[in-house]
């Protein structure tokens, strides 16, 4: 079984209600929750918007590939509702999204996935709840455990 580090965030609607069905949806269609951060709730990052997010990291353990679970994922905020991903840099409002952040310690460069997500440092909406609940994992290409590199983590 693959430990697979999930980010999810929301910035539509009834926010606690789409985390704890998109929860339910990974549970019910990835693998199990071993562990969920608090929800945190963050200003919009890469757009303007006038809805805040809820943002959380869920520990999944899974029979998938990373490819394989980044199919089901997104088939599971088109379940969902969402009707657009980001494209070309440009973010927008979502009902649900869904990355994968870390899958083991697996480095991955295809162009549908890059694995450690490339931009997770650089979140605090990605660290801050990831932090919480593995800030003893290494970062597979940054060598260091995550607290240490999310400022204020030590």
């Not at 520990?59 to 998938?64: A, F, K, S």
């Not at 969902?80 to 991903?85: I, V």
């Not at 801050?128 to 240490?148: F, Q, S, T």
Request: a negative charge; proline letters at 5%; aromatic letters at 8%.
């Amino acid at each position: 079984m693959a430990k697979v580090y999930l980010g999810l965030g929301t910035n539509l609607g009834d926010k606690k209600d789409h985390m704890r069905l998109a929860v339910s949806l990974i549970r019910e269609r990835i693998g199990k929750v071993v562990s969920q951060s608090s929800f945190y709730e963050t200003a919009p990052w890469g757009f303007e918007s006038e809805n805040s997010f809820l943002n959380a990291v869920i520990c999944v353990e899974t029979l998938y590939t990373p490819l394989e679970t980044l199919r089901l994922t997104q088939k599971i905020e088109l379940d969902m509702g969402r009707t657009r991903k980001s494209s070309g840099g440009v973010y927008h409002d979502r009902i649900i999204d869904i990355d994968l952040l870390l899958y083991d310690s697996l480095t991955l460069h295809t162009p549908e996935l890059t694995l450690p997500h490339p931009l997770m440092t650089q979140r605090d909406f990605v660290m801050r709840p990831l932090v919480e609940i593995a800030g003893d994992v290494v970062h597979p290409v940054l060598g260091k455990e995550l607290r240490l590199l999310f400022p204020g983590g030590e």
